[in-house]
């Protein structure tokens, strides 16, 4: 099945900085990668997705890169802010989410200094 | 976007007592759910795939008889956490996604702790 690695597992950053999260996955048939912000007890929620026919994909101050042929994507986060401090994860799936439910990375802790 | 609601938000159980966890799509129709599991401070398990109208098909090293899961109409899937252990205690967390769409909507989750 999918493996998905993600790293760092924890990232401290001044606010205003950028910050980069990066995922591998072992799947070469997964074509879905979506990025999920969660807070303490909460549910994720999506903050950006990317297909497989896609290289990159940006939405205001977040980005995301595929690199299909090395199997990794990037998440970038520019000009932090405090409310950006939570938790990261990113997955991998073969069908969009929709037929194939999703294989998430270890998730980054990312911390906003003031 | 979509919502899918779950209930119940907390519960907390006697050893050996089971647990029914509901996994509601509020605004669409869901022929497809599934259940996460997440330890604190870990990343999220995919338990079980939810099928409307057939079995669930769970993942490897996920004991079906202990987590029973039915999905009896196409806005309903329900886990039922049978027999629970203190080391079931655990957040529990389904997603759906709309017909043709590609975003997993998460419901809020449940913690569940068996004492």
């Known amino acids: 099945g999918e493996n998905v690695e993600q790293h760092p597992s924890t990232l401290s950053v001044q606010e205003g900085d950028s910050a980069v999260i990066k995922c591998t996955y072992s799947?070469?048939?997964?074509?879905?990668f979506p990025w999920y912000k969660q807070e303490l007890g909460k549910r994720p929620q999506l903050i950006i997705d990317?297909?497989?026919?896609?290289g990159e994909k940006k939405d205001q101050r977040i980005a995301v890169t595929l690199n299909k042929t090395a199997k990794h994507f990037s998440l970038h986060i520019t000009e932090t802010q405090p409310e950006d401090s939570a938790v990261y994860f990113c997955?991998?799936?073969?069908?969009?989410?929709?037929?194939?439910?999703?294989?998430f990375g270890k998730g980054t802790h990312l911390i906003i200094q003031p | 976007g979509a919502v899918v609601s779950q209930h119940p938000s907390r519960v907390i159980c006697k050893s050996g007592t089971s647990v029914k966890i509901e996994c509601r799509s509020l605004?669409?129709?869901?022929?497809?759910m599934f259940w996460y599991r997440q330890f604190p401070k870990q990343s999220l398990m995919l338990m079980a795939t939810?099928?409307?109208?057939?079995?669930?098909?769970?993942e490897q090293g996920v004991e079906k008889d202990k987590f029973l899961i039915n999905h009896a109409s196409l806005t309903l899937s329900t886990l039922t956490v049978t027999s629970a252990h203190p080391e079931d205690s655990s957040f529990y967390i389904c997603?759906?996604?709309?017909?043709?769409?590609?975003?997993?909507?998460f419901g809020q989750g449940t913690r569940l702790t068996v004492v």
């Open positions: 997603s759906a996604t709309t017909s043709g769409g590609r975003e997993a909507f």
């Open positions: 799947d070469s048939a997964s074509n879905y």
């Open positions: 990317i297909r497989s026919n896609v």
């Open positions: 997955a991998a799936s073969r069908a969009g989410g929709g037929a194939d439910g999703l294989t």
């Open positions: 605004d669409f129709q869901a022929t497809t």
């Open positions: 939810s099928n409307e109208g057939s079995k669930a098909t769970y």
